[in-house]
């Protein structure tokens, strides 16, 4: 048996991915939509292998019940693992359905070609389809990993621009788990606990009864429950819990000067660097950032004899499940997760602590489905946040002032939030403990050291990560981990480096880069940007450019940006050259590209997260603003790759580089570097009277 | 009880007059398309058009929309038969989580009523108070410009 590709490996039977209801082909997967494309992008590799027309496919996904257990949606890996499983288990199954047909008819599997699932033989019309074959068919089999896929000149649907097949819904008025309002729902509001360990010590119970609602209280998980979602509301308001024993939050305790003296565990990747003359060092910093998403964090949930049905936007439906398990003891077997859609979240935002808020809610009402949502101060403060990070790089430099040696030294909390149990379960009685922090280890890319090895030729790098303990403020992922501070560390410190050479930053890494097709996409963005003209710095005007290749493994992404700074910063344009191998749909990987370019440059001009009072500060969107359409710049995004190379993950490339090409325009605009994001006028004021 | 029209249909409303509008069309309507996302006109999901001007339906309450015409993402078209905006914001997949999108199309139909042919600028200014965190903006910028071509017979 050859290497299964991709989720093949855990779940290798075909008939776990692949059913033909008549005339349909029915793909399941355990990645989830979130507005990615992967349903559509698997659809387009499906109809590809097994010669069927697009409309043909369906693909089930969310599903504990039905699907493959893939994890996590994460990491820009769902091409990389669901395309890849689907790819060769629609191959492996046209095999077996040719074979059978072969069989029939007394021919060689060879001598059919298929049309829309219908087999032809010379031409004519055989009677035989996928669906007269796969009745006689057993698909409970393994993967064998032996047969070919079509590659190249033979694809006629991957690699061709198709519309998303999850869009529509989202144009009409519904598609989302905050739409589905069940037949005698019941409508919750949480009273969450201003922070771990506080205790209430009272509510306005006759307050919330005026509204017709109940108050439920399970240790200090606390929430009022109404039939209309009105009163349910108001009776949340006027609730008005107190609480015990909580501590308040200085506000510098949330910047990122504060990690440096924050307990830490250590974690080595390489040797440290001796000591050495010529050396170059230089501190980049972030603070905490918001996921932001739009739409408040939901959950539904219904427990029906003895079994317990969450409907959640979580990205990991077992994950999710474990998790309810553990939080409400009963066994996994009892509980179905049902993905449905939220707003966009970019990472693990409160879609696992709403879920878990509805099903402990379930439990308590059996019978009737529970809707909680979230409020918008809710979610900013209590969403995971995605961890400050300060970053110190240090190179050893030879006489051409190149880097011979290559040190970077990390203060990150941690980037996942693997096995900590949700906010609700927390606040019951006998709450078990938060799990030690986590850094992801190399075969996963890391978290906090995620993208902190150069793709440039340094020598061998030295990373030191002070993975911060868990402390009050709950850290998870977001949209690329620790690779967009890291990236805007080394690629804003290969700027300051080119700079002490007097080389031209794009030239100077070039002669960087051992792999060609990094070089392409740099020397393609400086073309596009025409960074041969560029300002002399200090003129207020900036280019500056980023480069990284995700996780240092999955797609190229370098990027170019213009700004023109007075007080703030004004972004132009940003030109962007990706290469990820073969694109199944070209333009599902734009909408990604150029969605983490404007996410990437409002964290970077705009986003941090600040606190007083017991907590979040920035509870609101005028405390906490994103980029919006008038500020948003122009983009333009030119795809590279070719069709022999694979497919690579592209959800999160576009991210680091941009974020540093914004930061090195600005510092080519000031003529001096700013070494802190978000880039505010405060700080931009600061550099240039320093 | 409070009488108005809802997508050119009169629906008379069994709720207290201080009911946010955006519960009212959410849970007595079923009307979905009109989304909760801060209750504090900051972010634009839940946009609606009142007499055919965009309006908060968060903070809207129901006793200030009665006898007028409200017009929801719903009023729009269907699936089978879009209206040119959701024709355009499909044709240039516009729209990633697409949690905005409801009250984007309303506000660039407003646009479009009184700026049948507006600049790239004319359309960021007429949705800034929208906010995407998904950053589809330029293709949103781009399927409404493609949406007045289509509605003032210029082709798409």
Same mark, same amino acid.
């Given at each position: 048996m050859s290497a299964l590709p991709g989720s093949l490996r855990d779940t290798p039977r075909l008939d776990r991915w692949l059913a033909f209801p008549v005339g349909r082909v029915q793909l399941s997967i355990g990645k989830v939509e979130l507005g990615q494309g992967i349903t559509t992008a698997v659809a387009q590799i499906a109809a590809e292998e097994l010669d069927? %027309? @697009? &409309?043909? !496919?369906?693909? =089930? =996904?969310?599903?504990?019940?039905?699907? *493959?257990?893939? /994890?996590?949606?994460?990491?820009? $890996?769902?091409?990389?693992?669901?395309? &890849?499983?689907?790819r060769q288990a629609s191959a492996e199954v046209r095999a077996l359905l040719l074979a059978e047909a072969a069989r029939r008819l007394n021919c060689a599997a060879t001598d059919f070609t298929v049309e829309d699932g219908a087999l032809l033989r010379d031409d004519a019309a055989t009677g035989q389809t996928w669906w007269t074959l796969a009745a006689n068919v057993s698909l409970a089999r393994d993967a064998s990993g032996t047969v070919p896929c079509k590659s190249g000149p033979a694809l006629r649907v991957v690699g061709q621009d198709v519309p998303r097949s999850d869009l529509p819904a989202r144009l009409f008025g519904g598609g989302f788990l905050h739409d589905l309002l069940p037949p005698g729902v019941l409508h919750a509001r949480v009273l969450r606990q201003p922070g771990f360990g506080a205790v209430l010590v009272g509510l306005d119970e006759a307050a919330v009864a005026r509204y017709g609602a109940e108050?439920? #209280?399970? /240790?200090?998980?606390?929430? !009022? @429950?109404?039939?209309?979602?009105?009163? +349910?509301?108001? +009776?949340?308001?006027? +609730? #008005? *819990?107190?609480?015990? /024993?909580?501590?308040?939050?200085? *506000?510098? %305790?949330?910047? *990122?000067?504060? @990690?440096?003296? +924050?307990? &830490?565990?250590?974690?080595? $990747? /390489?040797?440290p660097h001796p000591p050495a003359a010529g050396r170059f060092s230089a501190t980049y910093t972030r603070g905490y950032v918001s996921h932001g998403t739009l739409g408040p964090s939901c959950g539904l949930a219904q427990f029906v004899d003895g079994r317990l049905t969450v409907w959640a936007h979580s990205r990991g439906p077992f994950p999710l499940r474990a998790m309810l398990a553990a939080a409400t003891g009963l066994p996994a077997e009892a509980i179905t997760v049902r993905y449905t859609p939220g707003a966009g979240s970019y990472g693990s935002a409160g879609a696992e602590d709403a879920a878990a808020d509805a099903a402990v809610l379930a439990l308590a009402r059996p019978g009737r489905p529970v809707r909680v949502l979230w409020t918008r101060e809710q979610e900013f403060s209590f969403e995971n946040l995605a961890p400050a990070m300060a970053i110190r790089l240090e190179a050893g430099l030879d006489e051409a002032g190149r880097p011979v040696d290559w040190s970077a030294e990390i203060w990150s909390p941690s980037h996942v939030l693997r096995g900590a149990p949700p906010l609700a379960r927390l606040a019951m009685p006998d709450a078990p403990p938060m799990p030690p922090a986590f850094e992801p280890p190399p075969a996963f890319s890391g978290g906090a050291m995620r993208n902190a090895a150069p793709a440039y030729d340094v020598g061998t790098p030295f990373v030191r990560l002070h993975l911060i303990e868990r402390g009050r403020l709950r850290t998870s992922a977001m949209r690329g981990l620790g690779a967009l501070p890291n990236v805007v560390a080394l690629e804003c410190f290969l700027d300051e480096l080119a700079e002490a050479a007097g080389k031209d930053p794009v030239a100077y890494r070039l002669a960087l880069l051992p792999d060609a097709r990094a070089r392409k996409v740099v020397r393609h963005v400086a073309a596009m940007a025409n960074w041969a003209s560029r300002d002399p710095a200090g003129s207020g005007r900036g280019l500056g450019i980023g480069f990284a290749r995700y996780k240092n493994r999955s797609a190229y992404a370098a990027v170019a940006a213009a700004v023109s700074v007075e007080q703030d910063v004004r972004l132009e344009h940003v030109w962007c050259a990706a290469d990820c191998g073969l694109a199944i749909n070209p333009d599902g990987v734009r909408n990604q590209l150029e969605g983490g370019i404007v996410q990437a440059a409002s964290m970077t001009l705009k986003e941090q997260v600040t606190f007083a009072g017991a907590g979040v500060a920035s509870l609101t969107w005028a405390d906490y603003p994103i980029l919006r359409f008038s500020e948003v710049p122009e983009i333009d995004v030119d795809l590279l790759g070719t069709t022999e190379n694979p497919s690579l993950g592209v959800g999160e490339a576009t991210m680091g580089p941009t974020a540093a090409a914004i930061g090195n325009a600005v510092a080519h605009a000031l003529g001096a570097r700013v070494h802190a994001l978000p880039l505010t006028r405060a700080r931009i004021a600061a550099s240039l009277l320093a | 009880m409070v009488a108005l029209t809802v997508n050119g249909e009169p629906a008379v409303v069994a709720a207290g007059e201080d009911t946010p509008l955006l519960d009212v069309l959410r849970n007595q309507l079923g009307l979905t398309g009109a989304r909760y996302g801060c209750g504090s006109e900051q972010c634009g999901a839940c946009v609606v058009l009142v007499d055919g001007v965009p309006a908060y339906a968060c903070s809207k309450p129901l006793w200030a929309v009665a006898g007028r015409h409200v017009t929801t993402v719903e009023g729009l078209g269907s699936p089978a038969a879009p209206h040119p905006l959701q024709a355009a914001f499909l044709a240039e997949q516009a729209g990633q989580c697409g949690y905005c999108l409801s009250g984007i199309l309303l506000a660039a139909l407003a646009l479009l009523a009184r700026n049948p042919d507006p600049s790239r600028a004319e359309v960021a200014a007429a949705l800034d108070a929208h906010l995407c965190r998904c950053g589809a903006h330029n293709r949103m910028i781009r399927a409404v410009q493609r949406a007045g071509r289509v509605m003032r017979g210029a082709g798409a």
């Amino acid at each position: 048996m050859s290497a299964l590709p991709g989720s093949l490996r855990d779940t290798p039977r075909l008939d776990r991915w692949l059913a033909f209801p008549v005339g349909r082909v029915q793909l399941s997967i355990g990645k989830v939509e979130l507005g990615q494309g992967i349903t559509t992008a698997v659809a387009q590799i499906a109809a590809e292998e097994l010669d069927v %027309e @697009l &409309s043909r !496919v369906d693909v =089930i =996904i969310g599903d504990t019940d039905a699907i *493959p257990d893939e /994890g996590v949606t994460a990491s820009s $890996l769902s091409v990389e693992m669901s395309g &890849s499983a689907v790819r060769q288990a629609s191959a492996e199954v046209r095999a077996l359905l040719l074979a059978e047909a072969a069989r029939r008819l007394n021919c060689a599997a060879t001598d059919f070609t298929v049309e829309d699932g219908a087999l032809l033989r010379d031409d004519a019309a055989t009677g035989q389809t996928w669906w007269t074959l796969a009745a006689n068919v057993s698909l409970a089999r393994d993967a064998s990993g032996t047969v070919p896929c079509k590659s190249g000149p033979a694809l006629r649907v991957v690699g061709q621009d198709v519309p998303r097949s999850d869009l529509p819904a989202r144009l009409f008025g519904g598609g989302f788990l905050h739409d589905l309002l069940p037949p005698g729902v019941l409508h919750a509001r949480v009273l969450r606990q201003p922070g771990f360990g506080a205790v209430l010590v009272g509510l306005d119970e006759a307050a919330v009864a005026r509204y017709g609602a109940e108050v439920v #209280r399970i /240790g200090n998980f606390v929430a !009022v @429950l109404a039939e209309d979602e009105t009163a +349910a509301t108001a +009776a949340h308001v006027a +609730a #008005r *819990p107190r609480w015990d /024993g909580v501590a308040d939050i200085a *506000p510098e %305790e949330g910047e *990122p000067a504060a @990690l440096y003296a +924050a307990p &830490s565990t250590e974690i080595l $990747l /390489g040797e440290p660097h001796p000591p050495a003359a010529g050396r170059f060092s230089a501190t980049y910093t972030r603070g905490y950032v918001s996921h932001g998403t739009l739409g408040p964090s939901c959950g539904l949930a219904q427990f029906v004899d003895g079994r317990l049905t969450v409907w959640a936007h979580s990205r990991g439906p077992f994950p999710l499940r474990a998790m309810l398990a553990a939080a409400t003891g009963l066994p996994a077997e009892a509980i179905t997760v049902r993905y449905t859609p939220g707003a966009g979240s970019y990472g693990s935002a409160g879609a696992e602590d709403a879920a878990a808020d509805a099903a402990v809610l379930a439990l308590a009402r059996p019978g009737r489905p529970v809707r909680v949502l979230w409020t918008r101060e809710q979610e900013f403060s209590f969403e995971n946040l995605a961890p400050a990070m300060a970053i110190r790089l240090e190179a050893g430099l030879d006489e051409a002032g190149r880097p011979v040696d290559w040190s970077a030294e990390i203060w990150s909390p941690s980037h996942v939030l693997r096995g900590a149990p949700p906010l609700a379960r927390l606040a019951m009685p006998d709450a078990p403990p938060m799990p030690p922090a986590f850094e992801p280890p190399p075969a996963f890319s890391g978290g906090a050291m995620r993208n902190a090895a150069p793709a440039y030729d340094v020598g061998t790098p030295f990373v030191r990560l002070h993975l911060i303990e868990r402390g009050r403020l709950r850290t998870s992922a977001m949209r690329g981990l620790g690779a967009l501070p890291n990236v805007v560390a080394l690629e804003c410190f290969l700027d300051e480096l080119a700079e002490a050479a007097g080389k031209d930053p794009v030239a100077y890494r070039l002669a960087l880069l051992p792999d060609a097709r990094a070089r392409k996409v740099v020397r393609h963005v400086a073309a596009m940007a025409n960074w041969a003209s560029r300002d002399p710095a200090g003129s207020g005007r900036g280019l500056g450019i980023g480069f990284a290749r995700y996780k240092n493994r999955s797609a190229y992404a370098a990027v170019a940006a213009a700004v023109s700074v007075e007080q703030d910063v004004r972004l132009e344009h940003v030109w962007c050259a990706a290469d990820c191998g073969l694109a199944i749909n070209p333009d599902g990987v734009r909408n990604q590209l150029e969605g983490g370019i404007v996410q990437a440059a409002s964290m970077t001009l705009k986003e941090q997260v600040t606190f007083a009072g017991a907590g979040v500060a920035s509870l609101t969107w005028a405390d906490y603003p994103i980029l919006r359409f008038s500020e948003v710049p122009e983009i333009d995004v030119d795809l590279l790759g070719t069709t022999e190379n694979p497919s690579l993950g592209v959800g999160e490339a576009t991210m680091g580089p941009t974020a540093a090409a914004i930061g090195n325009a600005v510092a080519h605009a000031l003529g001096a570097r700013v070494h802190a994001l978000p880039l505010t006028r405060a700080r931009i004021a600061a550099s240039l009277l320093a | 009880m409070v009488a108005l029209t809802v997508n050119g249909e009169p629906a008379v409303v069994a709720a207290g007059e201080d009911t946010p509008l955006l519960d009212v069309l959410r849970n007595q309507l079923g009307l979905t398309g009109a989304r909760y996302g801060c209750g504090s006109e900051q972010c634009g999901a839940c946009v609606v058009l009142v007499d055919g001007v965009p309006a908060y339906a968060c903070s809207k309450p129901l006793w200030a929309v009665a006898g007028r015409h409200v017009t929801t993402v719903e009023g729009l078209g269907s699936p089978a038969a879009p209206h040119p905006l959701q024709a355009a914001f499909l044709a240039e997949q516009a729209g990633q989580c697409g949690y905005c999108l409801s009250g984007i199309l309303l506000a660039a139909l407003a646009l479009l009523a009184r700026n049948p042919d507006p600049s790239r600028a004319e359309v960021a200014a007429a949705l800034d108070a929208h906010l995407c965190r998904c950053g589809a903006h330029n293709r949103m910028i781009r399927a409404v410009q493609r949406a007045g071509r289509v509605m003032r017979g210029a082709g798409a």
